[in-house]
């Protein structure tokens, strides 16, 4: 078995481009996602090693030292780091030559060739799902015997092998959270709508819609959800509560755990047997009956990708959902005591002054505890980034993912609706959404009844005020 090392490379000061965020760019609070993208072939590579360098504040010099002691290097990389994990890559081979080194992630799944005819020094990417392809490489399979690898033989040429099938049997997965325990502080990972410190990781993979912006589903984990056994995920619950006393909430990132209602009942009665609190990522059309299971089982906290609030553009991204049958899964969960942290987007196909307006009226009008307003997002690969290069969407001067210090910026333009119109409406939908009376009266409550709330919320809005200032600034 090769010595390998599995790095979230360091990037952007604050990046959550880690191998798990849907995302990846500077957040207007703290907030990382769990590496689960590269923990779960890290739990496949006996003797390896994690480390995520954004999250923990460590630095190409505090990285460099492990390639003396290495075989073998994994990358996760995203389109906006890739630039960033390039030089990473560089000084890596640099400090020792006889390093292999292979990327993996969506942004080198939908561009193998590309990828590696960017940089000389990378040995090999792996496509689409690679935990399989990882560990067959990690335990010395000849590059051109591993289904699912692109790789660079001896003479310089790119070689791109057949694909892998993907993972049926998930329970054939090894669990993420020991890798967790081993190479993690896990009190480093933060997002503003869980209880901190909260742990993550997946039940199942795959999304059946067809969201046109969304990056795994179309990238690497498909459109098919397959899910582990409820008991393989209570076995990982029961061994992650044992190991992280300290863990106030578990948060399941599969993209839709409501996609299979039969099972995420089932799931929820077996986690409330464990008296531990959960939340997960939903689509607004989980019927009451459901939502009441959960809630009864210990779920606090939705996720809840609600985009826009107009009927049209749910139309133009595919989204599969009705803005009345999301007002009424809405109600519900206020209803029933669940908590909601609702995402919206900004600048999607048919995006007008008009319907930003609708959209910000829609958010208030609903009003779930808390929001995350984002910019639409075309990352290669998608259905999104195709639409924008057919119709010459992206703006010339603005193209970019991310600025220089890694916050999001408004790559798309339209006839009708300008990049700075798209970018400065964040703000506007921000402001109007929590500084409302009874909003504001509400997260006030929620600080007075916990001294912890009180330092958390003050916190945040220090480093949410900052992220304005900077937003006016590169405007």
């Given amino acids: 078995m090769m010595r390998t090392l599995f790095l979230q490379a360091p990037s952007f000061h604050g ?24 923990a779960q072939p890290a739990a496949m590579v006996e003797g390896s090693k994690l480390i995520d360098a954004p999250s ?3 630095k190409l010099d505090d990285v460099l030292p492990e390639a003396h002691q290495r075989d073998l290097v994994v990358i996760h990389t995203s389109t906006p780091s890739f630039p960033s994990d390039l030089r990473t890559v560089r000084a890596l081979k640099a400090a020792n030559p006889k390093l292999v080194i292979g990327l993996i992630g969506a942004n080198v799944a939908v561009d193998a060739e590309g990828s590696l005819r960017a940089c000389q020094d990378i040995d090999f990417v792996a496509r689409n799902e690679f935990d399989f392809t990882i560990q067959e490489v990690a ?13 660079r033989a001896a003479d310089g040429r790119i070689v791109h092998n057949e694909d892998r099938a993907i993972v049926e049997d998930m329970d054939r997965l090894p669990f993420v959270s020991p890798v967790y325990k081993r190479d993690l502080v896990i009190e480093n990972y933060f997002s503003g709508y869980l209880k901190h410190p909260y742990l993550s990781f997946y039940t199942g993979r795959g999304c059946k819609s067809r969201c046109t912006f969304c990056l795994w589903p179309q990238t690497v984990g498909g459109h098919r959800y397959r899910v582990r056994s409820v008991g393989h995920v209570i076995d990982e619950l029961k061994w992650a509560r044992d190991a992280f006393p300290q863990v106030k909430e578990f948060f399941f990132d599969d993209d839709t755990l409501t996609d299979n209602l039969p099972r995420v009942e089932e799931l929820a009665r077996a986690i409330g047997k464990l008296g531990i609190t959960w939340s997960c990522n939903a689509k607004a059309n989980v019927p009451r009956a459901t939502l009441k299971v959960m809630k009864d089982n210990g779920l606090r906290l939705f996720v809840v990708g609600y985009e826009s609030g107009n009927q049209q553009i749910l139309h133009n991204i595919k989204k599969g959902m009705r803005i009345d049958v999301a007002e009424r899964f809405t109600r519900d969960c206020h209803e029933l005591g669940i908590t909601i942290h609702g995402t919206f987007i900004l600048g999607l196909p048919g995006e007008t002054k008009e319907t930003i307006e609708e959209t ?3 958010a208030a009008d609903i009003n779930p505890h808390t929001i995350q307003v984002s910019l639409a997002a075309p990352y290669p690969g998608t259905f999104l980034h195709r639409q924008a290069v057919d119709n010459g969407w992206f703006d010339p001067n603005h193209a970019e993912l991310v600025d220089e210090s890694g916050t999001q910026m408004a790559p798309l333009q339209y ?9 400065q409406s964040v703000d506007a939908f921000y402001r109007r959404f929590y500084f409302r009376a009874p909003k504001i009266a509400s997260i006030v409550g ?6 912890e709330m009180m330092k958390r919320r003050l ?13 006016e600034v590169a405007a």
Wanted: proline fraction near 6%.
């Fill in 415 to 423: 006839p009708h609706l300008s990049h700075t119109e798209i970018f």
């Fill in 459 to 471: 916190r945040e809005g220090v480093e949410f005020f900052r992220f304005l200032r900077q937003r």
């Fill in 15 to 38: 990046f959550d481009g880690g191998a798990g965020a849907r995302y990846h760019a500077r957040r207007e609070i703290r907030s990382f996602w769990y590496p689960t993208w590269l």
């Fill in 139 to 151: 335990e010395g399979r000849e590059l051109g015997r591993v289904p699912g690898l692109s790789w």
């Fill in 56 to 58: 923990h504040r460590l």
């Fill in 446 to 451: 929620e600080m007075v009844r916990s001294p």
């Fill in 360 to 362: 910000i009226r829609f």
